[in-house]
């Protein structure tokens, strides 16, 4: 289970949930199993895909989180920034050098 | 499992439509819908999240073929019938009726 | 849009689930019109083109608009408290190298308070598919081409934040008033889908 209270900094690198849940979720398609950098956090509310299903969950961090395009449709030199719960994102740890 | 309303990167859809000064509501049904939801929400019949999944879970095709509010008001009779509220019978177009 | 009959059809169905509202409890007489006509008085682009141009004459406001959209809104007597709930506002800056383009791909989420209702391309499956994948491609069938060195950056709006494009000050303005700047911005600009 996560607090909810941010876990991730601005900068941490962040992996995005891959599984496609049965119902109503707010993590799209193309960027699940993706991983991306937090720009900022960006409050604090129940998770959607629990309010969908008329339950209330503890809120939790929503972060703004960054991807390129490349990572996410395999071309474009752009970047695409989506708003996440923590529930959809791991963390990455960095590579040993 | 992925629904239709997720669209983000996906191929096949037609070129962007412009409409040069496009009304708030194309009709007056549009504005009652609008209203209605927001009035439903506010009651707390349901909430804003079930509201969209309603939408996500109407068929495919039906999702596709119908315009912004009709898929709202489809939502807000399926939640309708869903939290008790009225049968789906009480809840059939004016058409349906006798059939 | 669906023909004169089916909007007949459906028009006599939404009275129908109103009536039985009204019978339930749930609907108070004169509510909806009221509800309709308060929308009608609400949220409208000449807002977002308001808190634009006082970013363009006041760099201080700009820079606490992009710090802190909702608290700097309270500035020029807006707020994004006045849907559902209050709303987080993200205000995001072109710049000479940066142009941004706002989306919400899930549905339509939008700052209404600022632009008004959405127009109906906002919430088609043909602009929501496209310009997370393809943006330059999109803003070309807009008629914007911008330099191919300009860095593209796609918000989509899939929580709770709402997202507003502050657009570049166009060229040869400096002698407009702050209300002629305003006149200049439009919807499109603030959704980053046209210059200004």
Redesign the interface.
Known sequence: MTTGTDRFAPGDRVRTRSL?????TRL????RGAVGVIVEPAGSHPL?DD????RVGSAQTVYHVRFAAAD??GAGDHTVTVELWEDYLTPVEEDAP | ???I???????????????PD?P??????E??????N??????G?Y????F??A??RLPVQRYLAA??Y?RW?AA??TL?EEKG??TAE??A???DHGH | ??GDHS?S??????????A??EQ?G??DDG???R??DE??AGGTPANGARVVARAWVDPGFAERLLADANAALGEVGLSMSGG?QEQRLKVVANSATEHHVV?C????CYPIALL??S???Y????????V??DPRG?LR??GVELPAETRLSVW?ASAESRYMVLPRRPEGTDALSEAQLAGRVTRKGLIGTALV
């Open positions: 496609d849940p049965a119902g109503h799209p398609r193309y960027a959607a309010r969908a299903r008329g996410l449709f | 499992m992925a629904r309303n997720d669209v983000g990167g996906m191929a096949g859809f037609p070129p962007i439509v412009e409409e496009e708030r509501f194309h009709s007056d049904w504005a009652h819908v609008f209203a209605l927001g009035a439903l929400i506010r009651r019949v909430n804003l999240d079930e969209r999944d939408q996500e315009s912004y009709e008001f807000i009779t309708l509220v009225a009480e809840l177009a004016p058409d | 849009m669906s909007s059809v459906i028009s006599a169905h939404v009275r129908q689930v109103e039985l509202l339930r749930l609907l509510e909806i019109d509800r309709i929308f009608a559902l989306v791909t899930l549905c339509s008004g209702p127009p109906s391309w919430k088609s499956e043909a602009y929501r598919s496209r997370v994948r999109v069938e807009f989509d």
